[in-house]
């Protein structure tokens, strides 16, 4: 009899200790449920990727003429040894007795008429000039290694360390005695790297296409 009772005690013993073992189980596998539901526990997982922010797409402008009058026209234009001959003749003039090749375009309005000059690039006034050769002058530094000059203005309408958006008045055509056969006119220049650039090839690019080239 007392056999028996310590038989049953053993056994009593092990069932409990199984117990124990399946209940403590059974609450792990039931707390990795629950921090990860609907997933297998995969403690060796990297972590996801970061996405990066996408950069903003810049916009630059596009060189525009100096005016906006629709009754303009060329006058003078940039001088080039590849251009073809009746080209260079318009862009000859005398000054002083002697020729001089433009490097730079005039405009000029029907009838001779005044009309306004605008930036064609936001920038900054870096200077005006008042010449009794090429009337009064106004440099814009831009971005990008640029600079345009605006030539032969009978009025300015802007000071030295303004800045000025595209298209805001700079001031009035005029005459000069550099150019007197241009008679009512504005001579524009544009610099790319301190050198004098055809501006009839870089009106209606975009800035960041020029010094691509």
Do not use: C
Request: net charge negative; glycine share 6%.
């Amino acid at each position: 009899m007392k056999r028996l009772n310590k038989i049953s005690k053993e056994k009593a013993q092990r069932i409990l200790f199984i117990a124990v073992l399946v209940l403590v189980f059974g609450v792990f596998f039931i707390s990795l449920s629950l921090l990860n539901p609907g997933e297998n526990p995969t403690p060796n997982d990297p972590d996801p990727p970061i996405e990066e922010p996408e950069e903003p797409e810049v916009e630059y402008e596009t060189i525009i003429a100096p005016y906006k009058a629709a009754n303009i026209e060329i006058i003078r234009r940039f001088w080039s040894q590849d251009k073809e001959k009746e080209i260079q003749e318009m862009s000859m003039f005398v000054y002083d007795t002697r020729y001089t090749m433009s490097r730079g375009i005039s405009f000029a309005a029907a009838e001779n008429e005044n009309f306004e000059v605008v930036a064609s690039l936001s920038g900054i006034v870096k200077e005006i000039s008042n010449s009794d050769i090429y009337g009064k002058v106004v440099f814009i530094e831009h971005e990008d290694g640029l600079v345009t000059e605006y030539w032969s203005l009978s009025e300015v309408s802007v000071e030295t360390g303004d800045e000025v958006a595209q298209g805001d008045k700079i001031g009035i055509s005029g005459e000069s005695s550099y150019d007197m056969s241009a008679e009512n006119h504005i001579h524009f220049r544009i610099l790319v790297n301190g050198i004098p650039t055809d501006p009839e090839l870089l009106i209606g690019k975009a800035v960041n296409e020029i010094n691509a080239n």
